[in-house]
């Protein structure tokens, strides 16, 4: 029998979380680090669930909200960046340019850290009447964001790949309640999905979206004591329709100025269901996103004939799960156990000569280690009740680790030790920009996350300048 060569996971995720996450998206083959600085590679494993994360999104919120998918040049002319001013200088230390000397044209061209400017130019051509809206449109493309330097696979890097939704509206109240409803249905998409849960709110005035008159977020929280942004949706008001010149008549044939709003969530959710769920054997994943759902590991001796039959035999009972069949000789049982606690596979099954007098399997889940001896007549059953109960048990026991991390803050002290303590702070707040500043200074990093959906002004002052608190706001280091 062949030996392992290659070693697991080598760092505790409690010891060491940015080497061991390290480890395991590139030991468990979900991503490396490409040629260029800032850059990284996708691989096979790591973009299969990009791509359930794509289906479910085009199945439940593309569909259902009526948006359709399209698709926008990768190349933005300045100019378009220099219409809506307030954007141009919230992206400016972000954009790639080529040169015009490089590209032949009359102008620099921005390599797209966003889409609202090229979107809307097409925009203004297409909307012409009241009939025209909503217009509903989302792309899946890459983005490239060239302030970053130092790659962290999915959740760090220069290109990432995304989906934006753009919106453009007839009214005022339709555009704001939609662009709330796509956050709502970013965080539905994270339970249901992902099995992360996540707090809802809306940024500061500061953290808001370069060009939008409110954003809302979903933040997920982090084991290393990080907040994630993991989603947001932007009312962006009239102001790139008016610097774009999109107009339409009205039923009484009125010219009109339309409303839009625009939502994205990217590729560092893989970083988040990596951090999130994963231990020190390596990836753990919600059974959701995994194609091969179950691994079959007979145990033989030699040429073993009744348990390989029989192996072969529940492969095909539970082809629904795209089970893997392992019955390579040269590997050990033990050794191909490690393999598929590295990479996730979220239930092993192993069946030997005493489980076949017995007429039973062994029934092993990837997050808990847990085993259950079953009846060959009842694997299907309990393999599909297992997987749903994987699913339940990683956000319950993540939803448990966030509640653990909040924290109230009475005074500044406390806000102070609470971010040095690696928690989410929740702590009356001014809301100004000032003031935000001084607070991330003095904590060494801390920013506002969101203000939460459904918290009140509180009746205190704000936590730093003593000033009247407008709002309570989550605040914490972040990625």
């Known amino acids: 029998m062949a030996k392992k060569t290659e070693e697991g996971i080598t760092i505790e995720k409690e010891k060491d979380i940015a080497e061991w996450y390290s480890q395991v998206c590139l030991k468990s083959e979900l991503a490396d680090y490409g040629s260029v600085k800032g850059t990284m590679v996708i691989r096979p494993r790591g973009y299969q669930i990009w791509q359930e994360i794509q289906d479910y999104f085009n199945k439940n919120i593309i569909e259902k909200t009526n948006v359709e998918n399209a698709y926008f040049p990768l190349f933005v002319p300045e ?104 956050i709502k249905l970013y965080e539905k998409l994270c339970k249901e999905l992902l099995a992360i849960p996540v707090i809802v709110g809306q940024k500061t005035e500061k953290e808001k979206f370069a060009g939008a008159e409110k954003t809302y977020t979903i933040e997920s929280f982090m084991p290393d004591g990080k907040a994630l942004q993991c989603g947001t949706s932007h009312e962006l008001g009239q102001g790139f329709a008016k610097a774009f010149k999109i107009s339409f008549t009205d039923k009484n044939e009125n010219p009109e100025i339309p409303w839009q709003n625009s939502w994205g969530l990217s590729t560092r959710l893989i970083g988040a269901i990596v951090m999130v769920h994963s231990d020190n054997k390596g990836l753990v994943l919600p059974p959701t996103l995994v194609k091969n759902k179950i691994a079959i590991i007979p145990i033989i001796k030699g040429e073993d004939k009744k348990v390989l039959k029989k192996a072969k035999e529940i492969e095909q009972t539970l082809k ?66 297992e997987l749903k109960k994987m699913h339940k048990d990683l956000y319950d026991k993540a939803e448990k680790f966030l509640k653990s991390k909040i924290i109230s803050a009475k005074n500044f002290n406390d806000l102070k030790k609470g971010i040095e303590e690696r928690k989410l702070v929740l702590a009356p707040f001014c809301g100004s920009e000032s003031c935000e500043d001084e607070i991330k200074e003095k904590t060494k990093g801390a920013t506002t996350r969101c203000v939460p959906f459904g918290s009140k002004i509180p009746k205190s002052d704000c936590i730093h300048c003593k000033k009247k608190a407008t709002c309570e706001v989550y605040f914490s280091k972040s990625y």
């Not at 217009?135 to 696979?153: D, F, G, P, S």
């Not at 939704?165 to 005022?172: D, L, N, R, S």
């Not at 076949?356 to 009842?378: C, H, M, S, T, Y």
Request: net charge neutral; proline share 5%; hydrophobic share 30%.
């Open 320 to 385: 629904s799960f795209n089970p893997i069949l392992d019955d390579r000789l040269e590997y050990t049982p033990g050794w191909k156990y490690h393999e598929y606690e590295l990479n996730g596979i979220p239930i092993r099954i192993e069946i030997g000569p005493k489980d076949l007098e017995k007429n039973q399997a062994v029934v092993i889940r990837r997050d808990n280690g847990q085993k259950k001896f079953v009846p060959l007549k009842n694997l299907k059953k309990v393999v599909e009740e």
């Open 79 to 182: 100019s378009f960046f220099k219409k809506e001013s307030q954007h141009a200088e919230g992206f400016q230390p972000e954009v790639a340019w080529l040169d015009k000397k490089v590209t032949g044209e009359g102008e620099r061209l921005a390599i797209r850290p966003t889409s609202e400017t090229i979107i809307y130019d097409s925009f203004s051509k297409w909307i012409r009447s009241y009939r025209d809206l909503p217009m509903k449109i989302n792309q899946w493309c890459n983005i490239v964001r060239w302030e970053t330097e130092a790659t962290k696979l999915f959740l760090r890097s220069r290109e990432f790949l995304w989906q934006e939704g753009h919106c453009a509206y007839e009214t005022e109240s339709e555009c704001s309640k939609e662009t709330i409803n796509y």
